[in-house]
């Protein structure tokens, strides 16, 4: 063979060797394309003026949140998982705790406006007005209705869409806030509807009812009740660099068995300028209808987006429980207790 038919036969030998890794470079490009990361680092000073029994202050840094979302995405089918960790809370991470999220989505598509989604896995419940993360907040704390009304997390299926004006919501699920299997079966349901019936309005309606909660063996089932929630959320933004948001929340058998609780929040968002805006939120909490007293909340808070995915902010924050002893959120009775903090959050 002459160098010029050794050469031909070379290229040809390493084309057929290249075409495969070429071929699988394009694949994984295309999933590249798919893909999306995304997460954030919130770090906090905070302290209040409640004293420990030793007449000491609590009072420090902390990380108090770590999280990284990977979304992908492919034709009418995808999947999300948030990696989440708390450190400054303390505790053993468990595998509940890290994975805040793990679901598969599938969407039928030319059903209302976005299609009909199916979500099956563990989700965030889509209940009230305010968020979960940091980084979608625009107070360092949140409110008491966030805290003790309703739940953080849901696993089951779910099924959402839109058309028009109308946003609707509905799942059936393991119970509130629970991941796993349960002795008495899935007996969780709701859902949301949501109407914005005029330009920058949009109200929710949700509700719960979870049978789970208070059964926790077969034997149990009989004996003790379902928790119910009824919640309604407020969103107006129909005026430049304003945000307003509302929610009025009541629940039955989700604090304890035979307990009856209410509670609501208003809050006002402006933004001065493209940096610096500032929060006013005011909330209660009856934890008890039948206890006379209740606890309030008042909370003010300076925002800074400082660029390239950084904000920080510095919130002070008033609490009062009016009804006997000390109420779930640690406040004791008579007192008012101010917290600050200060809070540097960067998301990608």
């Given at each position: 063979m002459n160098i010029k038919h050794r050469t031909m036969a070379a290229l040809l030998g390493i084309g057929m060797i290249t075409a495969p890794a070429l071929a699988d470079a394009d694949s994984l490009k295309d999933k590249l394309d798919n893909l999306q990361v995304s997460g954030f680092v919130d770090a906090s000073l905070s302290g209040s003026n409640l004293s420990n029994p030793n007449g000491t202050k609590n009072r420090g840094v902390g990380l108090d949140q770590v999280e990284l979302d990977i979304e992908y995405h492919e034709g009418n089918v995808g999947l999300r998982f948030d990696l989440n960790a708390f450190p400054?809370?303390?505790?053993?991470?468990?595998?509940?705790?890290?994975?805040?999220?793990?679901?598969?989505?599938?969407?039928?598509?030319?059903?209302g406006d976005d299609g009909l989604t199916f979500t099956f896995g563990k989700f965030n419940a889509p209940i009230g007005w305010e968020l979960l993360d940091p980084n979608d907040m625009y107070q360092f704390s949140h409110a008491l209705v966030f805290n003790f009304g309703v739940p953080?997390?849901?696993?089951?299926?779910?099924?959402?869409?839109?058309?028009?004006?109308?946003?609707?919501?509905?799942?059936?699920?393991?119970?509130?806030?629970?991941?796993?299997?349960?002795?008495?079966?899935?007996?969780t349901f709701g859902g949301r509807l949501g109407i914005s019936p005029v330009k920058g309005l949009n109200i929710g309606i949700s509700y719960i009812q979870d049978k789970n909660r208070n059964n926790t063996s077969t034997v149990a089932v009989n004996g003790n009740p379902a928790s119910t929630i009824t919640d309604i959320d407020l969103t107006y933004d129909g005026i430049e660099n304003l945000l307003i948001g509302a929610e009025y929340n009541e629940n039955k058998n989700f604090q304890a068995v035979g307990v009856r609780s209410r509670g609501a929040m208003v809050m006002m968002h402006y933004d001065f300028t493209d940096m610096f805006g500032a929060t006013l939120r005011y909330d209660y909490f009856d934890f008890?209808?039948?206890?006379?007293?209740?606890?309030?909340?008042?909370?003010?808070?300076?925002?800074?987006?400082?660029?390239?995915?950084?904000?920080?902010?510095?919130?002070?924050?008033?609490?009062?429980?009016?009804?006997?002893?000390?109420?779930?959120?640690?406040?004791?009775?008579?007192?008012?207790?101010v917290s600050y903090a200060f809070e540097m959050t960067y998301g990608f």
């Open positions: 400054s809370a303390g505790g053993a991470v468990t595998n509940n705790s890290l994975f805040e999220q793990g679901y598969i989505t599938y969407t039928v598509p030319s059903v953080t997390n849901l696993t089951g299926a779910m099924v959402s869409g839109k058309y028009g004006m109308i946003d609707a919501t509905a799942y059936w699920t393991n119970g509130t806030d629970v991941n796993g299997l349960q002795a008495n079966g899935m007996k008890d209808r039948a206890i006379q007293g209740k606890s309030t909340a008042y909370t003010g808070a300076v925002t800074a987006a400082l660029g390239g995915g950084l904000g920080a902010l510095v919130e002070v924050r008033q609490d009062k429980n009016t009804a006997a002893g000390t109420d779930p959120n640690g406040t004791p009775f008579g007192n008012n207790i």
